[in-house]
């Protein structure tokens, strides 16, 4: 059996050597689109990268493919969502890619959620009583502006380590981004101003740093617990309780049936709108910034409408 | 194809190869004894004792610690009890029909445990099911070595269970005890595949379980040809299967599962031409 694992062990190492030609920069993988085009915003042409999930995938849950394993194993940085995000599939992944490169602790790790503002983390010492609780937050930051700025500024960090002799480059794009990102979060913030605190209700809680950036109060979750299908009786209160408050607008991310969101609308009289959590879920949410670009006029549209004003 | 890929797929091949051999032996008595789905349902009560070991304070909410591992297969016994009691012979409901129950009554289980408790548990299910495509070389060997004590147990037993698959009645007449035989072949079997699902996920293990008897059943009579016939068409999938995700990067515990679909599909449409050949039956 040991021969046997030596021989295959000499035939990873020799297929690896291969597999990986020296390109122009670090081959950057990330778990999603959204950290793809944000190393791409930073990295320009000086790196390579590739997502794993696409924009339309529920990252909670990406079917692992071979390819997957391959471009695992030649990256030289990894970068990932974590807050458990990904717990479901990445961590076979990686261990099955015999990369030691990107290995969790390793320098071609890079958990993005390092210094970005977490929602929903319960406060104090965790303790299994407590029962209701994720520790370490919820994991969908992303979708707040000022959050996808410390992504990016912790990618150029992490690439200048990798390539130093970059590090002006990526700084540089850097300052490209955060300029072109300061000057598109006026124009959203401005958009959003008219509807500050209105009242929304979501599928999933995809939305708790979107609806905290731009002031919007989210009442109730199509859900009754994340990842646990819409039951008769939440149904029910959630009916209640938006007719009560007169929500009119119901998030779903693109990945989860419409039946029951549908459903409560027409109970309600509240519009369904399909708000993409990910850059790629639609062709015109290429980059990060069209992806708020799109979101921004999709709920102001709809926002407008349901209000009046 | 980019034939990089075939050092990671080694150990996932060889653990196809140990399912193909233990599930295809299981299948020929499954599909015998005319309860197609008791896998389906042995691994969903496997699952809900895992859930409910998660939610437990002694697991230290591990999914792949001890406490889990020995909580499901507790389960996984009490299910084989009753599955193995249910059946008397003069029993008006059929044994299908509380495999069935025993499934939904899991399922649901699971989802109103999961809907009660920690919203950690959204991630408890996908943790639970393996991926074909994660497998590593301990996994393998420990499978391998696993399913070997298994298989030893079922080979030097073989007349026993055999004679209960083949005819109940008459083995009972025989003097066998088939209550006992059938409790330890349901506990063996749920042994088995409350192991597999944690590695291949549960559409697969009932693909290697269910399709080779069923594809070799159209060809042969005897319990060796069917055997041949169900090692060498699960063997041929498997690597079929992976060749066809790798080729088409498609996933491959799904694709593998699509590629059984395909070959039983081709081996019903060529099979009056083999017995025309043949000339038997």
């Known amino acids: ?309 | 194809m980019d034939w990089s890929i075939l050092p990671f797929l080694a150990a996932p091949f060889v653990a196809s190869l140990i399912l193909t051999g233990i599930h295809a032996y299981l299948g020929v008595h499954v599909v015998e004894r005319g309860v197609i789905f008791v896998d389906l349902s042995l691994a969903q009560i496997a699952a809900l004792g895992a859930i409910l070991a998660m939610l437990l304070p002694f697991s230290d909410g591990d999914p792949h610690g001890p406490g889990v591992y020995w909580m499901s297969l507790g389960f996984t016994f009490v299910g084989a009890a009753i599955f193995s009691f249910v059946h008397g012979r003069q029993a008006r409901v059929p044994q299908e029909a509380i495999i069935g129950i025993a499934y939904a009554v899991a399922s649901a289980l699971a989802i109103v445990m999961l809907s009660k408790t920690t919203s950690e548990a959204e991630h408890l299910k996908e943790m639970l099911v393996g991926n074909i495509l994660g497998v590593t070389w301990p996994q393998a060997l420990k499978t391998a070595l696993l399913y070997s004590a298994v298989g030893t147990f079922h080979f030097v037993c073989r007349r026993k269970f055999l004679a209960i698959s083949l005819d109940r009645e008459r083995a009972a007449a025989d003097g066998i005890s088939v209550r006992l035989w059938d409790f330890l072949f349901y506990a063996s079997f749920g042994f088995v595949v409350t192991s597999s699902v944690a590695i291949a996920g549960v559409l697969l293990v009932f693909c290697y379980l269910i399709v080779p008897s069923v594809a070799a059943m159209m060809y042969a009579d005897r319990i060796g040809p069917r055997l041949a016939i169900g090692w060498t068409m699960g063997t041929v999938v498997s690597m079929l299967g992976m060749y066809l995700s790798v080729v088409l990067d498609l996933a491959t515990g799904a694709t593998i599962v699509c590629t059984f679909g395909l070959v039983l599909i081709v081996m019903t449409i060529a099979r009056p031409a083999f017995v025309r050949i043949g000339g038997h039956r």
Request: hydrophobic fraction near 40%; avoid cysteine; aromatic fraction near 8%.
């Open chain 1, 1 to 309: 059996m040991r021969s046997i694992v030596q021989v295959l062990a000499a035939a990873v190492f020799a297929a690896t050597a291969v597999a990986r030609p020296f390109a122009a920069g670090p081959k950057v993988v990330t778990t999603t689109e959204d950290l793809a085009a944000i190393v791409r915003e930073v990295g320009g042409d000086r790196v390579s990268v590739e997502s794993l999930a696409r924009g339309y995938q529920d990252p909670h849950w990406v079917e692992a493919k071979p390819s997957f394993i391959l471009k695992l194993n030649t990256a030289n940085l990894l970068v990932a969502v974590g807050r458990e995000l990904e717990i479901g599939w990445l961590p076979a992944l990686i261990t099955q890619s015999r990369n030691t490169r990107i290995q969790p602790g390793a320098p071609g790790y890079l958990d993005a959620s390092g210094n970005v503002k977490i929602l929903e983390i319960p406060p104090g010492q965790i303790t299994r009583a407590m029962g209701d609780v994720h520790p370490s937050g919820n994991p969908h930051y992303w979708l707040d502006p000022d959050n996808g700025r410390r992504i990016a500024q912790a990618i150029r960090d992490k690439l200048g380590e990798l390539a130093p002799g970059d590090r002006a480059y990526f700084a540089q794009r850097y300052e490209d981004f955060d300029r072109r990102l300061a000057e598109a979060q006026k124009r959203w913030d401005a958009a959003m101003a008219p509807f500050k605190g209105a009242k929304i209700v979501t599928y999933h809680r995809s939305w708790p740093n979107f609806a905290d950036r731009f002031g919007l109060n989210i009442i109730g979750y199509v859900e009754p617990k994340p990842g646990i299908p819409p039951s008769t009786q939440h149904t029910v209160d959630l009916i209640a309780e938006m007719k009560r408050q007169n929500v009119k607008v119901i998030l779903v991310e693109p990945y989860f049936d419409k039946k029951t969101p549908n459903a409560i609308a027409r109970d309600t009289g509240a519009v369904v709108l399909d708000m993409l959590p990910s850059v790629g879920g639609v062709a015109q949410a290429s980059d990060y910034i069209k992806l708020f670009d799109y979101d921004v006029d999709l709920l102001v549209a709809t926002l407008k409408k349901v209000s009046g004003k």
